[in-house]
């Protein structure tokens, strides 16, 4: 995510953490009503491991309704005599479990389904919900300073749902750690396009509306799927490197356009796989949607979506997070640097790449311009807190973290370790502490101080 105005910051809350302790016998137990990240302790769920999504929706934009079928296929990794899923306002009307008519309760944003029979440890199934109702953007506390989620636009919707508003859209097991696939079907009134991830597998009119059918055949969290629909103009290709590329734009900003966003996500994308790893996914793109309001751009896997038009730096952002984010994915939410510092980082690298400035520089220049006074230097960047995981330290501290790492170690060791990370922990999710023992590993060094001040120390560290 990259934001576009400095972040406000709430007052810092102190999630308790959440312990589930799991019965050593093989009785049939409820599954965790949430994962326990200490910042979102109820989103995902326990006791089942989701494996592939499909989402079938049907938007109306003149009244914002939304009707929903999601089919999750999934794994036991306990004996279930039911399970939560995560599902915020929208109203569920049926529930099916392989097929069969299963009862279901509500507490809140937590869908708890107990299906006829017991799920045993092991077992493949599929849950079924039918939903619908009007979904509603997130604001509150969670600090970009933005309302987020599912955007109503004068033509469609904008959706961008970092870091827990997937579930205002769709019932899922709603956290990064519990990656899958996903088939989106979108219909909408004829004449917008609905937009989302992987590669289109088919579009067309019937009966004054369109159909359209995406396919995300690599892992992907909730918060990065998106299905954005208004009016767009699509042009399509291949980027120089040979990957296939899907760029819509809102026609109402093609004249605010003063960023080639179709040569720049080309040009990134190639330049990423050289420096980062193969690029991780079946396309690259870009969503440029009319929604100022939102004030943010975000990695949306395969497609960043960017709220009105943003600058070259934005867009090398988003694409850096393709791999820092979307394919290696946060463990926890206090693991938000791991996207953030790098894809900040990024951004310095392609100032260096472009001849602009070094990387050295944009350090200099961030470090100098905050006094030792600032609040800027008090947020520990390996654990934010919720309500400021997106402060800039995250970023900016995050992003000299890593010069400070690079000049440490070396070019020639540094340059192996980013492809390295991406390469060892592709599609998966990964910790500070998998960085760090990565990061000894590749250099041969012992790196313990370095981390230990400019991640988990507040305060001013001396050069
Ligand atoms: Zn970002």
Not at 158 to 186: G, L
Not at 380 to 408: C, H, I, N, W
């Amino acid at each position: 995510m990259a934001l576009s105005r400095s972040a406000r910051i709430g007052a810092v809350v102190t999630a308790a953490a959440s312990f589930f302790v799991i019965a050593a016998s093989s009785a049939p137990t409820p599954g965790a009503s949430g994962i326990g990240d200490p910042y979102f302790p109820q989103l995902g769920n326990g006791g089942f491991d989701a494996r592939h999504y499909d989402l079938d929706i049907a938007y109306t934009p003149d009244t914002g309704r939304l009707d929903g079928r999601t089919t999750l296929r999934a794994r036991a990794t306990q004996n279930l005599s039911s399970f939560d899923l995560d599902l915020q306002r929208l109203q569920v009307t049926r529930v099916e479990v392989d097929g069969r008519r299963a009862r279901f309760t509500r507490d809140g944003d937590e869908i708890t389904v107990s299906p006829r029979d017991v799920l045993r440890k092991g077992r493949a199934f599929t849950v079924t919900v039918t939903y619908g109702g009007v979904p509603e953007a997130l604001g509150g506390p969670i600090v970009f300073g933005s309302r987020y989620g599912w955007m109503k636009t004068g033509d469609g919707v904008f959706v961008a749902c970092e870091p827990n508003a997937a579930s205002t859209w769709f019932p899922s097991s709603d956290h990064p750690s519990d990656k899958a696939t996903y088939d989106i079907r979108i219909k909408a009134p004829k004449g917008l396009t609905g937009v989302s991830n992987g590669r289109l597998v088919s579009t067309y009119d019937r009966h004054g509306s369109t159909y359209t059918h995406w396919r995300e055949s690599r892992p992907m969290a909730t918060y990065l799927a998106t299905a954005t629909i208004g009016k767009f103009d699509v042009r399509t290709g291949r980027t120089p490197g040979g990957i296939p590329m899907y760029v819509a734009v809102d026609p109402v900003l093609k004249n605010a356009n003063s960023v080639d966003v179709y040569g720049v996500t080309a040009a990134a994308t190639d330049y990423w796989s050289q420096v980062f790893g193969p690029y991780p996914f079946e396309e690259t793109g870009a969503i440029v949607d009319d929604m100022p309001e939102a004030g943010f751009s975000l990695e949306v896997q395969s497609k960043p979506a960017y709220s009105a038009v943003r600058s070259e730096s934005t867009i090398v952002h988003e694409l850096a997070h393709q791999w820092f984010g979307d394919s290696v994915s946060v463990a926890r939410w206090k693991d938000i640097w791991l996207n953030e510092g790098f894809a900040t980082y990024a951004q310095w690298l392609w100032a260096e790449h472009r001849g602009t400035r070094s990387a050295h520089d944009s350090f200099l220049a961030d470090y100098n311009a905050r006094p030792a006074t600032s609040s800027f230097w008090q947020i520990k960047v390996a654990d934010p807190q919720r309500d400021t995981m997106f402060a800039s330290a995250v970023y900016d501290r995050g992003a000299m973290t890593l010069q400070v790492l690079r000049e440490r170690i070396g070019d020639t060791a540094f340059f192996r370790l980013l492809p390295a990370w991406t390469r060892l922990h592709r599609y998966g999710n990964a910790s500070t502490a998998d960085f760090i023992r990565l990061a000894e590993h590749v250099s041969g060094r012992q790196l313990d101080d370095l981390f230990a001040t400019w991640l988990f120390t507040p305060g001013k560290p001396a050069l």
